[in-house]
C-alpha cells in the first residue's frame, strides 16, 4: 500500500461494514430488551484514572498528554470506564444497574503477531446483583444476542478466577512465583505450567493439585472431582450451574477450572466465548464485585464484552462449514 495504516488496525468497506452493523443491530436489540441501557465513555481517560483500576494500566501503550500536563490513555477495555461512569454518575440509583455499549478499544501487541490493536467491542455490564444470579443473568443475555446475531455453535467457558490463586495461596507457592504460574495458565500454556510447578519446592501432593486443576474442564460432574483447598470454593459455579439450567441455556456452557483471565480486578466467575468454527476466543469478562467501591460506590458486578469483529469471523466460518457438508 502507498499509504499503509498502522499495524493492528484496518479499513473495513461497505460489504463488511453492513454485515457488521447487521450484527451489532441484532446484539443491541436483545441488551435492550433485557433492560441494559446504551452507554458511551470517552475514548480516552485520565492513568491515573485507569490505574484505579487496575495498576498494570499503568504500562498501557497508547499515552499522550494534555495541554495541562496529565497524561491520557486510550481505554484498552471498557470495564473499568464502565465502573467509573457507574460510580460517578449513578451514585444513588437503585440497583441493579443494567448498561451496555458498542465501542472501539485499544491494546498494544507485538509485532508480526496478526493481533488487532484497535478493536469493536459490544458488551454489557450488570452493577449491583450479586453471583451466581448475576452471573447466570449476563451468561443467557450474551448466549442469546449471539443466536440472534446468526451464530449457532457458540459456547461460553464458566470458570472462577479465584480458584486457583485460592490453590496457590492454600499450598504457600512463593509470592514471587505465582504471577508466572497465572500467567502461563491464561495462556494455556499447561506444559509450561507444569514445568515450573514441579521446578518448585512442593510436595508431590501439591504439584498434583497445581497441574490437575486446570484439566478439569466438561459438565458440571468435574465439580466433584475437584479435590483439595478448592473444593468448598466451588459452590457459587454449581448454583451458576443450576439457574443456567432452569433458564435452558446450560448445554451451551463448558465449566473450565483452569480459567483465568489477565485482567487483575476479576474476583470470582471468569466467562470465555468460544466458537468451534474458529480456533480463538470472541469474547470474555467476568466478575469484579471490588471495581466500582475504587471509584466511590462498592457494589457487585459482572460483565462480558465481544469482540464484533471476531464474532462476524464466526459467523462465516459457520456458513462456510454449513455449506461444505
Do not use: K
Not at 495498576?55 to 467509573?84: C, E, N
Not at 454489557?124 to 443467557?140: F, M, Q, S, T
Not at 510436595?203 to 483447598?229: K, N, Q, V, W
Amino acid at each position: 500500500m502507498i499509504s499503509p495504516t498502522p499495524p493492528g488496525t484496518r479499513d473495513v468497506l461497505p460489504d463488511e461494514m453492513r454485515e457488521l452493523r447487521f450484527i451489532t443491530d441484532r446484539l443491541r436489540a436483545v441488551f435492550e430488551a433485557a433492560g441494559y441501557g446504551e452507554v458511551s465513555t470517552p475514548t480516552m481517560e485520565y492513568e491515573d484514572v485507569l490505574v484505579r483500576g487496575d495498576d498494570r494500566a499503568a504500562g498501557a501503550g497508547y499515552r499522550v498528554f494534555d495541554d495541562q500536563g496529565r497524561v491520557l490513555v486510550l481505554r484498552s477495555d471498557m470495564t473499568i470506564p464502565i465502573a467509573r461512569l457507574a460510580a460517578s454518575r449513578y451514585g444513588d440509583a437503585p440497583a441493579p444497574i443494567r448498561l451496555s455499549y458498542f465501542a472501539h478499544s485499544y491494546r498494544a501487541v507485538e509485532r508480526g503477531r496478526g493481533q488487532a490493536r484497535e478493536f469493536l467491542q459490544a458488551g454489557i455490564e450488570l452493577i449491583g446483583r450479586p453471583a451466581p444470579e448475576g452471573d447466570a443473568e449476563v451468561i443467557a443475555t450474551v448466549l442469546d444476542a449471539l443466536e440472534a446475531a446468526g451464530l449457532r455453535r457458540h459456547r461460553i467457558g464458566l470458570g472462577d478466577g479465584s480458584l486457583y490463586r485460592t490453590l496457590l495461596a492454600s499450598l504457600d507457592v512463593p509470592l514471587e512465583e505465582r504471577m508466572p504460574l497465572l500467567e502461563a495458565l491464561s495462556r494455556r500454556d499447561l506444559v509450561g505450567l507444569e514445568s515450573r510447578v514441579r521446578g518448585l519446592d512442593l510436595s508431590e501432593r501439591a504439584c498434583e493439585l497445581l497441574t490437575r486443576l486446570p484439566t478439569l474442564r466438561g459438565g458440571p460432574e468435574i465439580l466433584d472431582r475437584a479435590d483439595g483447598p478448592v473444593a468448598a470454593a466451588l459452590d457459587d459455579l454449581r448454583a451458576c450451574h443450576e439457574l443456567l439450567v432452569e433458564r435452558g441455556v446450560a448445554d451451551r456452557v463448558i465449566l473450565d477450572l483452569g480459567l483465568v483471565r489477565e485482567l487483575g480486578y476479576y474476583t470470582g466467575a471468569v466467562f470465555e466465548v468460544y466458537d468451534p468454527a474458529v480456533g480463538f476466543a470472541i469474547g470474555g469478562g467476568g466478575r469484579y464485585d471490588d471495581l466500582l467501591g475504587r471509584f466511590g460506590r462498592a457494589l457487585p458486578a459482572c460483565g462480558l464484552a465481544l469482540d464484533v469483529q471476531r464474532v462476524h469471523v464466526a459467523g462465516a466460518e459457520e456458513e462456510r462449514l454449513d455449506d461444505g457438508r
